[in-house]
């Protein structure tokens, strides 16, 4: 659904990679933002792209739509000081940049600031993006968005201080998993080495997010790993994670990123989901599969979206009827 006439395709095409070059070149204020329940590629583009635009002397104004959420195993990342609350956002922005926004209720509150702007460029590499922007830099081959941010700023020739280059690597060794998921490929292993010449500080980064965890969270992803479960039959291990937990322990839902990345690691299973109570009592599904197994198609149908390996959806139904949707839903792709 594009907004309006605007350029729209894949974001191997030149011709898109200039028309998003132009955007940002002929804005000067530039209003970006990336997704709810923020994660590491998307607080990676955005902080990155941010401090690109700076040095572009653009009047920048980032924003995450819950900035209440925003993971502390991020807070170490260069820019974060510049982030705006979103009611802060100026009206009539030259350009707003989404960045790893499958469609626009990724941007929650921040969509109509999106739409009210001169511009709208969508920056994404999901597979199931709507192609909502005026300029559509689209590549579901990409690694990451972060890797997509780094193309953009080598076509515009813009420069990339260590600070920017350690905010994408992040994006990128985050959303690829350490390099070990499936859209690690030379194109990212080739990114991840120009970031690095670019300076960007990886022992900061490996010690910070994969390193370092509360001894609250510690407890909790105690818990959810001693109430794990396997269901054989569809090669399926859950686990979950309720507001009870939260209270008990003193862990933040933020917190819990990579939580479902040990449940994954199971033998003998290809799909691994987490359940996430909200505070509105909602549940919040994560799901990662392994050895060619799909879990986007599964999300979709569920009303989320995601990767072939790593997607999610929110259910509005109790911990137990979520489970039980899941099961019927993997059953019907074929899982099992």
Same mark, same amino acid.
């Given at each position: 659904?594009?907004?309006?006439?605007?350029?729209v395709?894949?974001?191997?095409?030149?011709?898109?990679?200039?028309?998003?070059?132009?955007?940002?070149?002929?804005?000067?204020?530039?209003?970006?933002?990336?997704?709810?329940?923020p994660?590491?590629d998307?607080?990676?583009?955005?902080l990155?792209?941010?401090?690109?635009?700076?040095?572009?002397?653009?009047?920048v104004?980032?924003a995450?739509?819950?900035?209440?959420?925003?993971?502390?195993?991020?807070?170490?990342?260069?820019?974060? =000081?510049?982030?705006? #609350?979103?009611?802060e956002?100026?009206?009539?922005? =030259?350009?707003?940049?989404?960045l790893?926004?499958s469609?626009?209720d #990724?941007?929650?509150?921040l969509?109509?600031?999106a739409?009210?702007?001169?511009?709208?460029?969508?920056?994404?590499?999901?597979?199931d993006?709507?192609l909502?922007?005026?300029?559509?830099?689209v590549d579901?081959g990409?690694?990451?968005t972060?890797?997509?941010?780094?193309?953009?700023? #080598?076509?515009?020739?813009w420069d990339l201080?260590?600070?920017?280059a350690?905010?994408?690597?992040?994006?990128?060794?985050?959303?690829? !998993?350490?390099f070990?998921?499936?859209?690690?490929?030379?194109?990212?292993?080739?990114?991840?080495s120009?970031?690095?010449?670019?300076?960007?500080?990886?022992?900061?980064i490996?010690r910070?997010?994969y390193?370092?965890?509360s001894?609250?969270?510690?407890?909790?992803? !105690?818990?959810?790993? %001693?109430?794990?479960?396997?269901?054989?039959?569809l090669?399926?291990?859950?686990?979950?994670v309720?507001?009870?937990?939260?209270? %008990?322990?003193?862990?933040?839902?933020?917190?819990?990123?990579?939580?479902?990345d040990?449940l994954?690691?199971?033998?003998g299973?290809k799909v691994?989901?987490?359940?996430?109570?909200?505070e509105?009592g909602?549940? #919040?599904?994560?799901?990662?599969?392994?050895?060619?197994?799909?879990?986007?198609?599964?999300a979709?149908?569920?009303?989320?979206?995601?990767h072939?390996?790593?997607?999610?959806?929110?259910? =509005?139904l109790d911990?137990?009827?979520?489970?039980?949707?899941?099961?019927?839903?993997?059953?019907?792709?074929?899982?099992?």
């Amino acid at each position: 659904m594009a907004r309006k006439a605007g350029v729209v395709g894949h974001a191997m095409r030149g011709d898109v990679f200039q028309a998003a070059v132009k955007a940002v070149e002929e804005a000067f204020v530039v209003c970006l933002s990336s997704h709810v329940n923020p994660d590491g590629d998307g607080i990676g583009s955005l902080l990155g792209l941010t401090l690109i635009l700076r040095a572009l002397g653009k009047e920048v104004h980032p924003a995450l739509p819950e900035p209440e959420k925003f993971p502390p195993q991020y807070l170490f990342l260069p820019g974060r =000081d510049c982030l705006f #609350r979103p009611e802060e956002l100026p009206d009539g922005a =030259d350009l707003f940049i989404a960045l790893d926004c499958s469609n626009p209720d #990724r941007l929650d509150r921040l969509w109509s600031r999106a739409k009210g702007a001169d511009v709208l460029l969508n920056v994404d590499h999901h597979e199931d993006n709507s192609l909502f922007g005026d300029v559509n830099l689209v590549d579901p081959g990409a690694s990451s968005t972060s890797e997509l941010v780094f193309r953009l700023s #080598r076509k515009g020739n813009w420069d990339l201080t260590p600070e920017a280059a350690t905010c994408l690597y992040t994006g990128l060794v985050t959303d690829t !998993g350490r390099f070990q998921h499936r859209n690690t490929g030379p194109g990212a292993l080739a990114v991840a080495s120009e970031l690095a010449a670019a300076g960007a500080d990886l022992a900061t980064i490996s010690r910070e997010v994969y390193e370092s965890q509360s001894l609250s969270y510690t407890r909790l992803m !105690g818990r959810a790993l %001693e109430r794990a479960e396997v269901l054989p039959d569809l090669g399926l291990v859950y686990s979950y994670v309720t507001q009870r937990d939260l209270r %008990e322990t003193g862990a933040s839902l933020p917190e819990t990123e990579d939580l479902i990345d040990h449940l994954r690691m199971v033998r003998g299973t290809k799909v691994a989901a987490l359940f996430k109570e909200l505070e509105d009592g909602r549940i #919040r599904v994560s799901l990662r599969s392994r050895d060619g197994a799909e879990v986007g198609p599964v999300a979709r149908a569920m009303g989320g979206g995601g990767h072939a390996g790593a997607a999610g959806y929110t259910s =509005d139904l109790d911990l137990e009827g979520s489970l039980a949707r899941l099961v019927e839903a993997l059953r019907e792709a074929g899982h099992g």
